[in-house]
């Protein structure tokens, strides 16, 4: 057998390019993604079991409504399990794109923490995106309401 296609062989037979090894670098150009808080959460839990999926860009359409939950975990990552988490609230996307692990979350300008991953236990109904940040907080204690703009930026800033 060619080494070559045992080696495509193998690779193929895992889903994930990024756990096949085909994505190695991570350098790229996107759009931001905005949305609009509809309801804020009062939540925080220390044992939630988050399955953060392997990959590590979801796209999300217009008009889909995602929950947003913050962990202070932080080895939260793909493929990682998160149990701290605190919740944020539900927003709508108004601007479509491509959320990227590392991306930066801004709620009313202010910067909540950045993408550690994706939690799909809710699908097809919503997606949890779990965001890291050095400190735990809720929605409510972090003064939020609904409409409160939301940006999620591969930006540095």
């Not at 735990?136 to 409160?148: D, E, F, Q, Y």
């Amino acid at each position: 057998m060619n080494p070559r296609s045992r080696f495509w062989e193998e690779k193929v037979a895992v889903k994930d390019p990024y756990q096949a090894g085909f994505i190695t670098v991570h350098k790229w150009e996107k759009v931001d993604v905005t949305g609009e808080m509809l309801l804020i959460l009062d939540t925080e839990m220390d044992e939630r079991g988050l399955n953060l999926i392997a990959p590590r860009t979801r796209a999300l359409r217009r008009y889909e409504i995602h929950e947003l939950l913050l962990t202070d975990e932080e080895e939260a990552s793909p493929g990682k399990v998160v149990n701290r988490v605190a919740g944020i609230g539900f927003a709508e996307i108004e601007k479509g794109g491509v959320v990227v692990v590392g991306d930066r979350v801004l709620i009313e300008g202010a910067q909540i923490g950045e993408v550690a991953g994706f939690d799909e236990t809710h699908m097809p109904n919503h997606l949890n995106i779990v965001i890291r940040a050095q400190k735990r907080v809720n929605g409510v204690r972090l003064g939020l309401h609904p409409r409160n703009k939301v940006l999620i930026t591969g930006r540095k800033g």
